[in-house]
Nanobody
Framework: QVQLVESKGGLVQPGGSLRLSCVVS????????MGWYRQAPGKQRELVAA???????NYADSVKGRFTISRDNAKNTVYLQMNSLKPEDTAVYYC??????????WGQGTQVTVSS
């Protein structure tokens, strides 16, 4: 099993920055990809960013150039650095782990609100 614990989100002004972290424990060796999803009210959950065990990254078009996903293997932690935040980035953000072709383990979610 894999356990994921996200850091607390928060309230940020438009144009501001916030970094989320996700500490991974359990069967870490079985993970091939880590990702961050988000879900806004009334919308489907969407993949924001992902990073493979080999270091390849991909991003949703809506966050390219603003968000960066990274990992610190020594700390078993994945980060999502979010810059130039917009009100439309407001959502609950979830850390996720894939041990096969699909994400199968999820964190509890953390609220990020972008508002003045």
């Amino acid at each position: 099993q894999v356990q994921l614990v996200e850091s607390k989100g928060g309230l940020v002004q438009p144009g501001g920055s916030l970094r989320l972290s996700c500490v991974v424990s359990g069967s870490i060796f079985s993970i091939n990809t880590m990702g961050w999803y988000r879900q806004a009210p009334g919308k489907q959950r969407e993949l924001v960013a992902a990073i493979t065990s080999g270091g390849s990254r991909n991003y949703a078009d809506s966050v390219k150039g603003r968000f960066t996903i990274s990992r610190d293997n020594a700390k078993n932690t994945v980060y999502l650095q979010m810059n130039s935040l917009k009100p439309e980035d407001t959502a609950v953000y979830y850390c996720a782990a894939a041990r096969g072709p699909a994400f199968s383990n999820w964190g509890q979610g953390t609220q990020v609100t972008v508002s003045s």
